[in-house]
């Protein structure tokens, strides 16, 4: 019998949306709120990871727990939504989602009632047979149990799952439901970290594309 063709899930922030200098900007609004340092862009591509509460703590230098965290996650997302309408797709991202022959969806870990609009501005909805953000009112969780509950409204197997994402805790998330994940360099985690991890790694969202095409 022939494998089923993978069913795509792309991420959102850092792969589709090229967000990462407001990232920056909104998370180093963030640190300055209780007098910490400065991350420049490649020290957030090296340093960041989920949960973002650790993170946030080892560039803080001190513990972050739920309420500090909250309290940083309201200032990073107040200034992210001020500064939303100068971000742009990145470059590929639009003939790489149309190069894919299947079925593709979206999950992102933003907040869902802000991000189902923001993706219908861009044009982007009727590719994907479902668009999911967070539920919650404080994020910087990891992707794994959203990425569980995303295919269980597709009724969709985690093994014929291909995830297209920026970071680490994207391939941690596609191998927790039995999938498989491309790495893409353009956001917001740093290239050597992802070429260190097993996971193929691609540097354009048409190659990640191309990539996962191959994979069953």
């Keep these: 019998m022939t494998p089923a063709r993978p069913h795509l899930v792309w991420d959102w922030n850092g792969t589709l949306l090229n967000d990462l200098s407001l990232v920056v900007a909104c998370t180093n609004a963030a640190f300055a709120s209780v007098g910490g340092p400065a991350v ?22 001190r513990a972050v727990d739920d309420e500090a965290f909250g ?5 990073f997302h107040d200034a992210y939504r001020v500064g939303l309408t100068t971000c742009e797709l990145a470059g590929d991202a639009r003939s790489a989602i149309a190069a894919w022959p ?5 999950l992102s870990m933003w907040f869902h009632d802000e991000l189902v609009p923001t993706v219908h501005t861009y044009g982007l909805t009727g590719h994907f047979r479902r668009v999911d953000g967070l539920r919650a009112e404080v994020g910087g969780d990891r992707k794994a149990e959203s990425l569980r509950r ?14 297209i994402g ?6 941690d998330a596609a191998e ?8 893409y360099t353009g956001g917001f985690t740093d290239a050597v970290r992802l070429r260190a991890s097993r996971h193929p790694v691609a540097e354009t969202l048409t190659e990640a594309v191309e990539l996962a095409a191959t994979l069953r």
């Design 40 to 61: 420049s862009a490649d020290e957030h591509r090296v340093r960041f990871r989920r949960p973002i509460a650790d993170y946030y703590a080892e560039v803080l230098g």
């Design 71 to 75: 309290r940083l996650d309201k200032i």
């Design 102 to 106: 299947g079925s593709q969806s979206l």
């Design 150 to 163: 995303h295919l269980a409204e597709l009724g969709v197997d985690g093994g014929s799952v291909v995830l």
């Design 166 to 171: 920026d970071s680490l805790d994207d391939a």
């Design 176 to 183: 927790a439901v039995g999938g498989r994940a491309v790495l």
